[in-house]
């Protein structure tokens, strides 16, 4: 499977920002229209994007709804969809306003019987199980409460028919620092899952390291702050990805 570079917003009061570590009072503000941002990504390659709804992460309905429904809308992107999603009313009007994906943690680590009801209603290809990691433990009700193990919280769902997780270390997200691919390495070991690896990534060197060391189950990479701030732009991932796969397929068929 082709490794995805998912772009990412993260909207809050209808703002485009990003959380340090998770931390609301740590907070970027960036001066760009959600909308042209995403269309532009989709312009250069982009398939998905990748939305958190901060405000409702945060327990608040928010003005990014309405941005939410125009991405969805009027790009040609497939959405993927995290934030606030706790009840399965909150997932039917997500998938209401047109997104592809709902990323889900707090609600199936609080009501299990709601999200096994959402995995029947909706289907595991649109549920994705957000693992959300702060010092080694699950973090949920944006990333304020801690739940238990991170890895038992995957396993135990993987087994209930959860098929995506996306993998988070919060202490890594929005740093620059690097991914975290040893515990998502585990994350996808342990539970058998597709991982999406959310988190840290900060340079084309960190995509390098990341396709070096891909693992069985690594299925995508979700790019924010380094998008946002220009460290490298999303075509350029996307050429610099091509190169390394190209390079890996000439290695097993020098021929070719």
Do not use: K
């Amino acid at each position: 499977m082709a490794l995805e570079i998912i772009p990412s917003l993260d909207l809050l009061h209808g703002q485009v920002v990003r959380l340090v570590q998770g931390d609301p009072q740590r907070r970027i503000v960036y001066d760009v229209d959600p909308l042209e941002q995403a269309l532009r990504w989709a312009e250069a390659g982009a398939r998905w994007l990748h939305v958190v709804h901060l405000d409702g992460a945060f327990g608040a309905s928010g003005g990014s709804t309405p941005w939410i429904a125009r991405l969805a809308r009027e790009t040609p992107l497939a959405v993927q969809l995290g934030g606030g999603l706790r009840t399965l009313e909150d997932l039917a009007r997500a998938f209401d306003l047109g997104i592809r994906r709902a990323v889900v943690g707090t609600m199936a680590a609080r009501d299990p019987a709601a999200f096994e009801a959402a995995l029947a209603r909706f289907g595991p290809d649109r549920l994705v199980l957000a693992v959300e990691v702060r010092r080694g433990q699950l973090a949920v009700a944006g990333w304020q409460e801690t739940a238990g193990d991170p890895l038992a919280f995957a396993q135990g769902w993987a087994a209930r028919g959860v098929q995506w997780v996306l993998y988070t270390n919060v202490e890594r997200d929005g740093t620059l620092a690097g991914p975290d691919l040893e515990g998502a390495a585990r994350m996808a070991c342990t539970a058998g899952v597709r991982v999406l690896l959310s988190g840290g990534m900060g340079s084309l060197a960190h995509l390098t390291e990341v396709r070096r060391r891909a693992f069985p189950g690594l299925a995508g990479v979700i790019l924010g702050r380094a998008l946002h701030e220009r460290r490298f732009t999303l075509r350029e991932a996307l050429a610099h990805l091509q190169e390394m796969e190209d390079h890996a397929a000439a290695a097993v068929d020098p021929t070719g």
